[in-house]
């Protein structure tokens, strides 16, 4: 069994702080579940490109408000606590967190992190073996 506290994971190699998001890696590739969990925050204010080509990810809203727009379709989702999201076509976005409020985030990710990922030019994370 794994038993983790988020107050345990900040400030840690597991806490990967950048500009626009800040992704406390809760689970990743060595517990051996077959994917990662982050509880992520995405700063106000702040809008940010992302496809991932290497993995799938659902993301749960859990605080804040924001929107997604799936950049093929040009269709944009209001994000608020509740809302659930499967990036299930490896899907190129745009994610925004609105002025004033950051969005919380519950993020799975199959294949899993390695735990230090951070986005490369494209919005993509490298596949990890």
Not at 20 to 33: E, F, I, P, T, V
Request: aromatic residues 6%.
């Amino acid at each position: 069994m794994i038993v983790k506290h988020l107050e345990d994971v900040i400030g840690t190699a597991a806490d990967v702080d950048t500009e626009g998001w800040n992704s406390r890696r809760l689970l990743y590739k060595d517990a051996g579940m077959g994917y990662s969990v982050n509880d992520t925050l995405i700063k106000q204010g702040h809008e940010m490109e992302f496809e991932y080509r290497n993995h799938l990810e659902t993301v749960y809203c859990i605080e804040g408000e924001g929107q997604i727009t799936d950049l093929a379709s040009g269709e944009t989702h209001d994000i608020r606590p509740g809302t659930i999201y499967a990036l299930n076509k490896h899907d190129r976005h745009v994610l925004r967190a609105n002025k004033g409020t950051h969005m919380r985030m519950v993020c799975v990710f199959n294949p899993p992190l390695t735990g230090r990922e951070v986005h490369d030019e494209s919005g993509a994370y490298s596949l990890s073996v």
